[in-house]
């Protein structure tokens, strides 16, 4: 069995195993960690979100106490095999208990190059797990700190053998990763951005769309527009969801706000610049404990089903646009036709009662 499909079994049960908690996932559970951060926009809302994820508990590179390899054995854990971690660039899955091993185990991915703005390995930027994953050695090396875009000159990128549906580009200094961890990868790299803003001892890190050469040691990383689209294409899967779940309760106590709301990407750097965050219409939200609605599947392909005592179905897309309000038969006529992305359901009950569900669509 290939790697990559050995990958896509694992996820596949994630979301088997994570997708009912997301599923009634009501918006309010977020927002009351992203409260002060509503209805701002540009440069204010980045310093209210770097405000929020600040500060977080720091665990040191490796130690004899809890360090990063402990904590990637949690949050990259195989849910087919538990003792095994998954690798982001190739999805091949190992032996956790290895670690790096002399080399025949794995390695500790910096996503954000730590050659890009110098950081290391020291606690902060060095050791952030929301940005460290499991890697195999080679591919590491093949991903060194190239800027990560859309390769046009690829060559594939080979993990023991298997072609790991990564790609180097030979005539570019970039790396294009796999399609099932592009977005995984954008929404790392947004949260570094915000993170680390040149306070006391830590990097001001910054997007760009100029590549940047390998010697080069700025505290920028490209492309931004790649990894844009790259946040569009390949959605929050539950295995992402799942964790920032592990880093916030358990860990690091702070979370991704580009998992939680993919959107905000568009906010800070895309084409929702200069807009509010967080229309009035989306940012009202009440959590309806005896009403027992739920939205199923989430995410879907198309077909969305409403359970519950509900009076009202509102849909919204990330502008803050209605979009419909057909259902019949418990069903939302319409949304298949929709295209892929994120969406809120905004639905009442008959006591007027309001609650906000955040739907992904692949």
């Given at each position: 069995?290939?790697?990559?499909?050995?990958?896509?079994?694992?996820?596949?049960?994630?979301?088997?195993?994570?997708?009912?908690?997301?599923?009634?996932?009501?918006?309010?559970?977020?927002?009351?960690?992203?409260?002060?951060?509503?209805?701002?926009?540009?440069?204010?809302?980045?310093?209210?979100?770097?405000?929020?994820?600040?500060?977080?508990?720091?665990?040191?590179?490796?130690?004899?106490?809890?360090?990063?390899?402990?904590?990637?054995?949690?949050?990259?854990?195989?849910?087919?095999?538990?003792?095994?971690?998954?690798?982001?660039?190739?999805?091949?899955?190992?032996?956790?208990?290895?670690?790096?091993?002399?080399?025949?185990?794995?390695?500790?991915?910096?996503?954000?190059?730590?050659?890009?703005?110098?950081?290391?390995?020291?606690?902060?930027a060095g050791t952030d797990v929301h940005h460290l994953r499991p890697c195999d050695k080679g591919v590491n090396s093949s991903r060194n700190n190239r800027n990560f875009d859309d390769c046009i000159t690829c060559v594939d990128v080979v993990d023991n053998g298997f072609n790991t549906g990564s790609?180097?580009?030979?005539?570019?200094?970039?790396?294009?990763?796999?399609?099932?961890?592009?977005?995984?990868?954008?929404?790392?790299?947004?949260?570094?951005?915000?993170?680390?803003?040149?306070?006391?001892?830590?990097?001001?890190?910054?997007?760009?769309?100029?590549?940047?050469?390998?010697?080069?040691?700025?505290?920028?990383?490209?492309?931004?527009?790649?990894?844009?689209?790259?946040?569009?294409?390949?959605?929050?899967?539950?295995w992402e969801h799942n964790r920032n779940n592990i880093i916030y309760n358990n860990y690091q106590h702070n979370r991704n706000p580009f998992i939680d709301f993919p959107e905000l990407a568009q906010y800070l750097w895309g084409d929702s610049l200069g807009m509010a965050w967080m229309s009035d219409?989306?940012?009202?939200?009440?959590?309806?404990?005896?009403?027992?609605?739920?939205?199923?599947?989430?995410?879907?392909?198309?077909?969305?089903?409403?359970?519950?005592?509900?009076?009202?179905?509102?849909?919204?897309?990330?502008?803050?646009?209605?979009?419909?309000?057909?259902?019949?038969?418990?069903?939302?006529?319409?949304?298949?036709?929709?295209?892929?992305?994120?969406?809120?359901?905004?639905?009442?009950?008959?006591?007027?009662?309001?609650?906000?569900?955040?739907?992904?669509?692949?």
């Amino acid at each position: 069995m290939k790697f990559q499909n050995r990958f896509a079994i694992a996820k596949t049960l994630g979301l088997f195993y994570f997708s009912f908690l997301i599923a009634i996932n009501v918006f309010s559970q977020d927002t009351a960690y992203y409260t002060p951060a509503f209805n701002s926009s540009g440069n204010v809302l980045k310093l209210k979100l770097h405000q929020l994820i600040k500060n977080h508990t720091q665990f040191p590179y490796t130690a004899g106490s809890t360090d990063v390899w402990d904590i990637l054995k949690a949050t990259d854990r195989d849910t087919v095999n538990p003792d095994n971690v998954i690798l982001i660039y190739s999805g091949r899955s190992v032996d956790a208990a290895q670690e790096y091993n002399g080399g025949a185990g794995w390695t500790r991915e910096h996503v954000w190059a730590k050659s890009r703005g110098d950081f290391g390995t020291d606690p902060g930027a060095g050791t952030d797990v929301h940005h460290l994953r499991p890697c195999d050695k080679g591919v590491n090396s093949s991903r060194n700190n190239r800027n990560f875009d859309d390769c046009i000159t690829c060559v594939d990128v080979v993990d023991n053998g298997f072609n790991t549906g990564s790609k180097r580009d030979a005539s570019k200094w970039t790396f294009e990763p796999r399609d099932d961890v592009k977005g995984d990868v954008a929404r790392m790299i947004f949260y570094m951005a915000v993170r680390y803003e040149g306070n006391e001892s830590d990097p001001d890190l910054e997007l760009v769309n100029t590549i940047l050469s390998k010697s080069d040691k700025s505290p920028k990383q490209a492309v931004l527009t790649t990894l844009l689209e790259w946040n569009k294409q390949d959605p929050v899967s539950a295995w992402e969801h799942n964790r920032n779940n592990i880093i916030y309760n358990n860990y690091q106590h702070n979370r991704n706000p580009f998992i939680d709301f993919p959107e905000l990407a568009q906010y800070l750097w895309g084409d929702s610049l200069g807009m509010a965050w967080m229309s009035d219409a989306l940012s009202v939200s009440s959590h309806l404990a005896n009403a027992q609605i739920s939205v199923y599947p989430n995410p879907t392909n198309g077909t969305v089903q409403i359970k519950g005592n509900y009076k009202t179905v509102q849909v919204y897309n990330l502008q803050g646009q209605l979009l419909t309000t057909n259902i019949a038969n418990n069903t939302v006529i319409g949304f298949e036709n929709l295209p892929k992305g994120v969406y809120f359901f905004r639905i009442t009950n008959a006591n007027n009662e309001l609650t906000v569900f955040r739907i992904i669509k692949n």
